[in-house]
């Protein structure tokens, strides 16, 4: 079976290293965006098998880049990983076509159990 692509958004440089160290741990492949603007040009260039992103970005928000994968994709899995756990907020991700919700901070062998599920 084919390495699994995964897209990580995140506008911390910390947290994206640690997605990109545990992801890599995990045995999969990792391209990493600093904000969903970079992610949508991410995804132009490359399909990936799933997209994890932050909520709270400058330039494009995760709330606006899910809806705009949304736009060009229907069916690839979406979670987020944030430090955001309002329903209110839980609820537009939804009604953008999240997923699944992650808080930060995460336990690395609990986060990778997750994408597994999701990819399998």
Do not use: C
Request: hydrophobic share 45%; glycine share 8%.
């Amino acid at each position: 079976m084919a390495t699994a692509k995964i897209l990580a958004v995140d506008d911390s440089a910390t947290m994206r290293s640690l997605v990109q160290q545990t992801l890599g741990l995990g045995g999969y492949e990792v391209i990493l965006a600093v904000n969903g603007r970079e992610g949508m040009e991410k995804l132009d260039l490359e399909p990936v098998d799933l997209v994890i992103t932050d909520i709270n970005m400058p330039v494009m928000d995760g709330i606006s880049f899910i809806k705009e994968v949304r736009k060009k994709n229907q069916t690839i899995p979406i979670l987020t990983l944030t430090t955001e756990s309002e329903e209110d907020i839980k609820r537009q991700g939804a009604e953008a076509g999240a997923n699944g919700w992650i808080i930060k901070p995460f336990r690395p062998v609990q986060f990778l159990d997750i994408i597994k599920q999701v990819l399998h």
